[in-house]
C-alpha cells in the first residue's frame, strides 16, 4: 500500500520550497562518490545544521501550520549523537529527534533496528532514502548520516485543528522536516 502525503504536508512542502542551507555536510557529489553513493558527514561534538532544523522556530511554525495547534517546545538536547526536543500540546506531546551515525552501515543498522523494535506497517513511505511508519503511526526516516524520529505515540489518534490520524500527522512532521533536510 502506497501513503499518499496528507494535503496539509503537502502545503506546508510548497511553502518551504525556498528552505535550505548553504552547508554541505553530507551531499551527495557525484564526482567524488559515484551516482549511487552518499558522503557520510562524521558526528561531531556540536549537531548538525539540519539535526538543529527539527526544534528550530521556523520548524516550530511550519509544524503549528501543518497541524492547526501551537506547542510549547522543549530546549533542545544533545546526546549520544542524539539531538532531540518535545512539542507539548494541551492533548499531549510529539517527540522528534535526530541519531547522527558514522556510516551507511550504521545508519542501516539503526533504521532496522527501530523497525524491529517499534514495528514496522507494510506501507511505503517516499521520503529520503527510506522510511517507514511504526505500528503506533510513528515515522523513522533515514538520510545520509541520520535517522529522524517522528515519535507521536503521546498524542490522542485524532490530533490537530482539523483533526487528523496520528500517522498522517506524523508524515505531515516528516514531510515538513525533509522539505528542508538538503544537504545540510
Given at each position: 500500500m502506497r501513503i499518499a502525503v496528507p494535503a496539509a504536508a503537502l502545503g506546508v512542502c510548497v511553502a518551504l520550497a525556498?528552505?535550505?542551507?548553504?552547508?554541505?555536510?553530507?551531499?551527495?557529489?557525484?564526482?567524488?562518490?559515484?551516482?549511487?553513493?552518499?558522503?557520510?558527514a562524521k558526528?561531531?561534538?556540536?549537531?548538525?545544521?539540519?539535526?538543529?532544523?527539527?526544534?528550530?522556530?521556523?520548524?516550530?511554525?511550519?509544524?503549528?501550520?501543518s497541524l492547526g495547534v501551537k506547542a510549547t517546545v522543549s530546549t533542545p538536547t544533545?546526546?549520544?549523537?542524539?539531538?532531540?526536543?518535545?512539542?507539548?500540546?494541551?492533548?499531549?506531546?510529539?517527540?522528534?529527534?535526530?541519531?547522527?551515525?558514522?556510516?551507511?552501515?550504521?545508519?542501516?543498522?539503526?533504521?532496522?533496528a527501530d523497525a524491529k523494535k517499534l514495528g514496522r506497517r507494510p506501507d511505503t513511505v517516499s521520503f529520503g532514502q527510506g522510511a517507514f511508519i511504526t505500528t503506533n503511526g510513528s515515522v523513522i526516516v533515514r538520510k545520509d548520516n541520520k535517522v529522524l524520529d517522528v515519535d507521536v505515540s503521546g498524542i490522542p489518534e485524532n490530533f490537530g485543528s482539523p483533526p487528523q490520524d496520528r500517522s498522517n500527522v506524523?508524515?505531515?512532521i516528516a514531510a515538513t522536516v525533509m522539505s528542508c533536510w538538503t544537504g545540510a
Open positions: 525556498g528552505c535550505g542551507s548553504s552547508s554541505k555536510t553530507g551531499s551527495t557529489s557525484p564526482s567524488s562518490v559515484g551516482p549511487a553513493q552518499t558522503t557520510v558526528p561531531g561534538a556540536q549537531p548538525s545544521e539540519s539535526s538543529r532544523m527539527i526544534c528550530s522556530t521556523e520548524a516550530q511554525t511550519d509544524i503549528e501550520a544533545w546526546v549520544g549523537h542524539v539531538y532531540a526536543c518535545k512539542y507539548t500540546y494541551p492533548q499531549g506531546a510529539i517527540t522528534l529527534s535526530v541519531k547522527e551515525l558514522e556510516s551507511q552501515a550504521e545508519v542501516t543498522a539503526e533504521y532496522n506524523a508524515l505531515s
